[in-house]
């Protein structure tokens, strides 16, 4: 979590897609490119040898400084994509950004100033992509290289022929084979371009590699050992998140809930009500102190199993853009119709999918957008409930609602509090009674 917490969605899709797409395009077309070309080089340099020596070593005698100048252009070349390319990331997160927001930005008449940003992102794109293009073109002038060195050569040849150490025909196949190098050199050149953009790309995607993956258990079966009973116990507590290490959210925090309790935290927002809830959930770990399970350490429990008893039902309600189905389903991703529609009548929202001509298999659309607050929160209640939590945490669940919603979604709340450990977090106190 903190390194999506760090991160931001537009530029994450733009290594996805367009880092991607560039390592891709190396794969499958430039090394190809690249060993066939290089194949053409050899063979040509070995016929040039069994031609002349002398004229061969004389014309590679510019290969050294072709070398040393493809090499310093292609520095360049890589500093410039990779400019390019997070360039390219920023301006795909505004765009991101913006059409997620899109209701904000036309309430707040936006429109023009998110268009700016957008274009003065795209015109940095541009600029640094004209840069690197101008060290691209550089490479090309190698050619350049080789046709002053193929002057040289018919200029040595004539003195060798005069000295009758070459024959007019050998020093004709030389110089054919050297302008068939030459080309070939001059398409190594396009070749070296793209393999540094490559370059500047894979280094980008090798950072996100590098990132330490959290151990979850793809097939994870259930374990009797990891099974838990509802009782938590935090016990000495600090913590402090890792993008501000040096403010302390949690000090010192000691409590214990037993199997079965409901629990409310309250208190003003940013005194650490969700954070006691990410410990929970172990997307973060404590700075010190110990979070106990069944009397056991945290750490001594998978963190499959941690979250596969847990459901958390939150006030900003995240729905997929998919249909009612898939987003109650969510809980248990192989549910039957049967347990789906029992959790929708638990969680008192089969009344209103019912009503609608599709049912269960009416869209939600983006982020849930065609339902109402109240609807999307029984909807997300409807998940837990087919998820059957031991631990049940409800953040600020109700606060966002109107009267009549408020009192569908508590009686679903009750419902799903019952037997179950459940932790209740609110800013004030009449929510919680």
């Not at 100048?69 to 990779?82: L, M, P, T, V």
């Not at 950072?207 to 838990?228: F, K, N, Q, S, V």
């Given at each position: ?231 938590i116990t935090f016990e000495n507590v600090d913590f402090s998140y890792p993008s501000r290490k040096e403010i302390e959210v949690l000090r010192d925090i000691s ?179």
């Amino acid at each position: 979590m903190s390194f999506f917490s760090e991160r931001r969605v537009g530029e994450l899709n733009s290594r996805i897609s367009s880092d991607i797409s560039i390592l891709q395009h190396s794969v499958t077309e430039t090394f190809a490119d690249l060993l066939s070309q290089l194949l053409i080089i050899t063979g040509g340099v070995t016929l040039m040898m069994i031609t002349s020596f002398k004229l061969t070593f004389f014309m590679l005698a510019v290969v050294p400084a072709m070398a040393l100048f493809a090499f310093f252009s292609g520095r360049a070349i890589r500093r410039y994509s990779k400019k390019a390319q997070t360039h390219v990331a920023e301006s795909n997160t505004i765009v991101e950004e913006t059409l997620q927001g899109i209701q904000n930005v036309k309430a707040f008449t936006n429109e023009f100033f998110e268009i700016s940003r957008y274009r003065d992102k795209t015109d940095e794109v541009a600029r640094a992509g004209i840069k690197g293009g101008k060290y691209q073109a550089a490479v090309s002038f190698i050619i350049l290289g080789f046709f002053v060195a193929m002057g040289l050569v018919i200029w040595r040849g004539a003195i060798l022929i005069a000295k009758g150490e070459m024959e007019a025909g050998q020093l004709f196949s030389f110089v054919i084979y050297s302008g068939f190098i030459a080309g070939n050199i001059a398409g190594m050149a396009g070749v070296y371009t793209r393999l540094q953009r490559t370059i500047g790309a894979a280094e980008k995607l090798l950072l996100l590699l590098d990132e330490p993956a959290e151990e979850i258990d793809e097939e994870y079966m259930p374990d009797p050992e990891h099974i838990l009973s509802g009782q938590i116990t935090f016990e000495n507590v600090d913590f402090s998140y890792p993008s501000r290490k040096e403010i302390e959210v949690l000090r010192d925090i000691s409590f214990s809930i037993e199997p079965g309790q409901n629990i409310a935290l309250v208190g003003p927002s940013g005194a650490g009500k969700s954070t006691l809830v990410s410990l929970l959930l172990r997307f973060y770990e404590p700075t010190n102190g110990t979070i106990y399970f069944n009397g056991r350490d945290s750490q001594s429990f998978p963190v499959t199993a941690l979250r596969k008893q847990m459901a958390i039902v939150m006030q900003d309600v995240f729905l997929f853009g998919g249909t009612i189905r898939e987003n109650i389903a969510y809980g248990k991703i192989h549910a039957e119709e049967l347990e789906i529609k029992d959790a929708a009548v638990q969680a008192n929202a089969w009344d209103f999918i019912r009503s609608f001509p599709r049912g269960l298999d009416t869209i939600v659309g983006e982020r849930g957008v065609q339902l109402s607050g109240g609807q999307r929160q029984r909807i997300a209640i409807a998940r837990a409930v087919l998820k059957n939590p031991k631990i049940l945490i409800l953040d600020e669940a109700t606060s966002s609602l109107d009267s009549e919603s408020e009192r569908l979604v508590q009686e679903a709340l009750e419902k799903l509090m019952m037997d179950r450990t459940s932790l209740v977090i609110a800013h004030r106190l009449a929510t919680v009674r």
